[in-house]
């Protein structure tokens, strides 16, 4: 057992005081909005490596960049940055009028005393084949308001219940940037970790289900209407089934992107911005959705460089030999790995982050107690997206308020009617707790 050194860990503890330190003084001691997301992640970043830097003087600088350079080169890093922006592109393609298609064509289907359930089950299917749980939400909160107006439910359940969605796909989606990290990270296939997740997942939003129909149950409720095009849907629905059948997510990506073209470009989808034609709009779209993810790739780069300094200076070693004293056996382990995440998410308030961070240890922390690739990275993808669900000053809750900004909701009226979120933790203790049950009965 080596023997670690904790001060190595120091330039976690100064992202930490540069992210979370100076986004709530901002936010909460001066008063300015989304004063959190007014810090700079990647420059937080930065200063953490120029600390880990100075540190370990028996080390050159430029033996330092060498021990960067690996970190970045490593090829699950690499892979990671370049399905993020492919998946960037397949969102920049399809737009917002092919995820409203899908929520407007099912709330037409379906009786109208279930509409808040149908929109539940709307908000799991975007999610999942948009990879993306912002996005959801800031495409169905306005939709949510419209049906608690119609079926007369309260503003915060129909939004807690999208958000409750839009976190199920954010968690299992084979794009989702949640899902491409961990995997990546613990180097593991996406098809496998979505077989393990989907047995988490599932139950968590069946039981969800259950609840929005027993609280909307007594309710009388009248049709919500909106165009939709059926062409429109086609894309995701090749995202979704490839992705479950497990096809390698760069062809399942670029068949998405292919058919989202054609699609939008056959239904004119796209108007074009003055100066534009549809074509270059189409080509402007594309390049936007690759350039925001911009800033998740680059954390990847320089969390990955981050990790490499901290790990050669012994930093995770005395981490390990922390959360050995305190956790034992495989579910201890597991547990572990889940409190990690949520901790570093509970810092960073972004789950991709968090997951991104908790990689290398999570990593060691799997080895050490037994615990396979595909079982680490669901677990890290599960318990950020739990904590990402609920947080106040997160990106999700904070999309909901704003676009529902003229029912006066707040993130605090939204959290006890996030049901899905609270769950998914049931469900995920559930499994660890039964782990290894099997093999013992079978013995």
């Known amino acids: 057992m080596k023997k670690g050194n904790p001060a190595a860990l120091l330039p976690i503890g100064v992202f930490l005081l540069m992210y979370l330190g100076l986004g709530l003084l901002l936010q909460y ?17 930065l200063v953490a490596i120029l600390a880990a830097c100075l540190q370990n003087r028996k080390v050159s600088f430029d033996e330092k960049l060498t021990i960067m350079g690996r970190g970045v080169g490593d090829k699950d890093i690499i892979t990671m940055v370049l399905i993020f922006l492919v998946a960037g592109a397949f969102v920049g393609v399809v737009g917002r009028s092919s995820a409203q ?3 407007y064509f099912m709330l037409s289907v379906i009786a109208p005393q279930f509409a808040l359930a149908v929109l539940f089950v709307v908000g799991c299917f975007i999610s999942t084949a948009m990879g993306t749980s912002v996005g959801t939400i800031s495409l169905l909160t306005p939709i949510a308001v419209e049906v608690a ?16 969605g839009a976190m199920f796909g954010d968690n299992l989606s084979v794009i989702s940037d949640t899902t ?24 968590a939003a069946v039981m969800t289900l259950v609840i929005i129909l027993v609280l909307t149950a007594r309710q009388e409720a009248v049709p919500v209407v909106g165009e939709y095009d059926l062409m429109l849907m086609l894309p995701y629905m090749l995202v979704l089934v490839g992705g479950v059948a497990g096809v390698n997510v760069f062809v399942v990506l670029l068949v998405g992107i292919v058919s989202g073209a054609a699609m939008v470009l056959l239904t004119g989808a796209i108007v074009p911005a003055e100066g534009q034609t549809v074509f270059s709009q189409l080509l402007a779209n594309l390049g936007s959705g690759m350039s925001g993810m911009f800033e998740t790739a680059m954390v990847a780069v320089l969390v990955a460089a981050l990790c ?18 305190i956790f034992r056996g495989k579910r201890g382990g597991q547990l572990g790995v889940g409190m990690l995440v949520m901790v570093m998410d509970v810092a960073t308030a972004n789950n991709t982050v968090a997951i991104v961070m908790a990689n290398p240890i999570a990593r060691e922390m799997s080895e050490e107690y037994g615990v396979t ?13 739990i904590t990402q669900g609920v947080l106040p000053y997160g990106a999700q809750l904070l999309t909901a308020v704003a676009a529902a900004e003229a029912t006066g909701v707040t993130a605090f009226d939204i959290i006890p009617n996030l049901h899905y979120p609270m769950m998914l933790l049931i469900c995920s203790l559930v ?9 013992r009965k079978n013995a």
């Open 373 to 385: 690739p595909q079982r680490t990275a669901c677990l890290l993808d599960t318990f950020s997206c």
């Open 149 to 164: 107006v119609a079926a007369g439910y309260s503003p915060a359940l129909c939004i807690g219940t999208v958000v409750g």
């Open 29 to 45: 001691g001066m008063g300015i909005d989304k004063g959190f997301y007014c810090v700079p992640i990647i420059g937080a970043f």
């Open 180 to 203: 491409i990290a961990a995997c990546n990270g613990q180097g593991c296939a996406m098809k496998d970790k979505f077989r393990g997740n989907f047995l988490i997942a599932l139950p």
């Open 101 to 103: 298609s899908v929520a």
């Open 431 to 439: 499994a660890i707790a039964f782990t290894g049950m099997k093999k």
């Open 308 to 325: 490499a300094l901290i790990r050669e200076a012994g930093g995770f070693d005395a981490l390990l030999n922390f959360i050995r004293r």
